[in-house]
């Protein structure tokens, strides 16, 4: 990196830097706190979809504890057919949104299967769509966090490294000018003082 030179016109220019450094700073500091929020409420949802899912499972073994006859047939009663995601802009940062989930159940003879099995495949249903709902959050979760990370980043930029650098700046080519000030001074003085001393009497 080449030298600043220490003069005026750098001076401004490092003044100008530091005004637009501290006028920029509350803003992204105030993203990097919105975004911890954002990122908090991404990760309570995936916490509540998981205890759901939990729940609904635990709901499932109780209801139904004929699930460990293997001998029947539940292999793929309920698949996933197709998947609508889109985008949410949130500070910046794109987020997915699961807008809709299509489940098919594998077709079976009514007198084939025990009846218990149509209350499966209801209960099925519900657990793969928690399972989609609970992988676009869990993408949201990571987004969010990388966003905090690199904005926090950016922020630390700015606190630890920009500010200072240029407040240094600054202070050097101050004491620069007042030194350079200060020997004009001197050396007018003792220009003045020569040139009386020279003068014929």
Do not use: C
């Not at 830097?17 to 500091?29: A, E, I, M, N, T």
């Not at 911890?36 to 609904?56: D, G, P, V, Y």
């Not at 084939?112 to 959050?137: C, F, G, I, N, Y």
């Amino acid at each position: 990196m080449a030298r600043a030179l220490l003069n005026k016109t750098t001076l401004h220019k490092e003044q100008a830097k530091l005004r637009r450094y501290r006028r920029y700073l509350p803003s992204l500091d105030l993203k990097r706190r919105q975004l911890l929020a954002e990122q908090k409420t991404a990760r309570l949802a995936l916490q509540r979809l998981m205890e759901a899912r939990k729940a609904l499972e635990e709901e499932l073994r109780a209801q139904i504890p004929m699930l460990a006859n293997e001998s029947i047939d539940l292999e793929d009663l309920v698949r996933v057919e197709a998947v609508a995601l889109s985008e949410e802009h949130r500070l910046g940062t794109v987020l997915p949104v699961l807008d809709s989930v299509e489940l098919v159940a594998r077709p079976y003879g009514f007198l084939a299967k025990p009846h218990w099995v149509d209350a499966l495949t209801s209960h099925l249903r519900r657990l793969l769509e928690m399972e989609l709902e609970a992988q676009v959050a869990s993408r949201r979760v990571e987004i969010l966090q990388h966003a905090v990370k690199r904005t926090t980043q950016r922020v630390h930029l700015f606190e630890k490294v920009l500010v200072p650098r240029a407040r240094s700046l600054i202070k050097r080519i101050q004491l620069k000018l007042m030194d350079a000030a200060s020997a004009a001074v001197v050396r007018a003085k003792l220009a003045k003082l020569k040139a009386g001393q020279g003068a014929p009497s």
